[in-house]
Each structure stands twice: as structure tokens, then as C-alpha cells.
């Protein structure tokens, strides 16, 4: 489809595990954000990318997340170290440019037991 | 806190009847607004979105109303029907980053 594609939709795992999340952008969108939605929250922005550079990391929660973007396209966010409060919905979005909507995929549901 | 807020956590309304959902925001330089619906199990949806150049804005089935002096927003959605049901999200769009409200979740009674 042409819509943001992320994958895995949904991620088990241990407590202390490394998880990587995928996330494929709308073809020839320059800007992918990368946010947070825990249940019932609104959501939280995390990182935000123009093309592989990312100017704002500043919503990253430890330095336990990282996120990169490759080609302009594809990007990964990594998780280490897995805690219990890292579970939630991890969302990613793109857009053509910063002053146009934002499209979202449906995210990663990510449980740390 | 949160810039964006929505003033009803829950709305219930009739089958064919419209539905309004409400919506303040704080940050005066704001100046563009997007409202999103999200169905259990999936992303943010795209509805439509309004600048603060514009008071009224209309898409198919839903008009977004702007007002900057309240620093109030408002979507109406004409003849709800049941695939209209979801959490809806206004959110203020800063530069990149967007800012969410916890959202109204609307259940539409058949």
C-alpha cells in the first residue's frame, strides 16, 4: 500500500532485551517522526528526521533509545536495555514537509514482561 | 503540560444526528491545527486540517471551526454514522512536532 508501514505490529520480549522497530515512510516524504502512545495518553513526540539527519532528539526518553534513518527512507528505532515502562504503542508518521500533515502508520505494540 | 486539550473525555451520540467535539489550546503562536481519528488497533488517521489564516475549514462530512481568540477549536461531523466511532485528536502543529490532547472518544448509538 502507500500508506507508513511499521513492523512488527507487535513485540513481546524480556525484560533487559534489545528490540529494534521498523518503520517504511509514504514514498518521497522527507520527514518522519517517530512518537509514543501509552494506553489512554495522548501521544508523545520522540525524535523527529529531515531526510537521515535528525535535528531534534529531544523527546527521546534515556539513552537507552537511539533511532536512525537511512536512504531517506527507512528508518529504525532501537530500544536497549528493555524496562517495564518502555511498554506502549510506538508510532511513526511522515510528511512531504514539516508544514504538512502528518500521516501515521499503526504502529509497534511493544510489551516488556 | 500539555498544550492541546480537549474539553469531554466521552461523547455518545445518535445514529444520524452530528457530533461535535471540542477542543483548547494554549499556545497563541500556534498556527496550524490537524485533528486525527484513531480506531482501536490503529494509527492516527488523518481528517483535516485547518491554518490560522482560515476560521472554517470542510472536508467531506466534517467542518473544523478556528477560533484564535478563544484559542478554541471544534470539528463537526454531519450524520455520524457507526464507522464513525474512535478516539478523536486535535493537535497543534509546531514546526515538526505535534502536540496531542488525551483525546474524546465518540461512540455513536445505533
Known amino acids: 500500500g502507500a500508506g507508513v508501514s511499521q513492523s512488527p505490529s507487535n513485540k513481546v520480549t524480556e525484560k533487559g532485551k534489545d528490540v529494534e522497530l521498523r518503520c517504511d515512510p509514504i514514498?518521497?516524504?522527507?520527514?518522519l517522526y517517530w512518537y509514543r502512545q501509552s494506553l489512554g495518553q495522548g501521544l508523545e513526540f520522540l525524535i523527529y528526521?529531515?531526510?537521515?539527519?535528525?535535528?531534534?532528539k529531544s523527546g527521546l526518553p534515556s539513552d537507552r533509545f537511539s533511532a536512525e534513518r537511512t536512504g531517506g527512507s527507512v528508518s529504525t528505532l532501537t530500544i536497549q536495555r528493555t524496562q517495564q515502562e518502555d511498554s506502549a504503542v510506538y508510532l511513526c508518521?511522515?510528511?512531504?514537509?514539516?508544514?504538512?500533515?502528518?500521516?501515521f502508520g499503526d504502529g509497534t505494540r511493544l510489551s516488556i514482561l | 503540560g500539555e498544550s492541546v486539550g480537549l474539553h469531554l473525555p466521552t461523547l455518545s451520540v445518535q445514529e444520524g444526528d452530528n457530533s461535535i467535539i471540542n477542543c483548547a489550546y494554549s499556545?497563541?503562536?500556534?498556527?496550524?491545527f490537524i485533528w486525527y481519528k484513531q480506531e482501536s488497533g490503529k494509527g492516527p488517521q488523518f481528517i483535516i486540517d485547518?491554518?490560522?489564516?482560515?476560521d472554517k475549514r470542510q472536508g467531506q462530512r466534517v467542518t473544523v471551526l478556528l477560533n484564535k481568540t478563544v484559542k478554541h477549536l471544534s470539528l463537526q461531523i454531519a450524520a455520524t454514522q457507526p464507522g464513525d466511532s474512535a478516539v478523536y485528536f486535535c493537535?497543534?502543529?509546531?514546526?515538526?512536532?505535534?502536540?496531542f490532547g488525551a483525546g474524546t472518544t465518540v461512540t455513536v448509538r445505533a
Open positions: 528526521f529531515q531526510g537521515n539527519s535528525a535535528p531534534d
Open positions: 485547518i491554518r490560522s489564516n482560515m
Open positions: 508518521a511522515s510528511s512531504s514537509n514539516i508544514n504538512q500533515p502528518q500521516h
Open positions: 514514498s518521497g516524504h522527507t520527514a
Open positions: 493537535a497543534e502543529n509546531n514546526d515538526y512536532k505535534l502536540s
Open positions: 499556545n497563541s503562536a500556534s498556527d496550524y
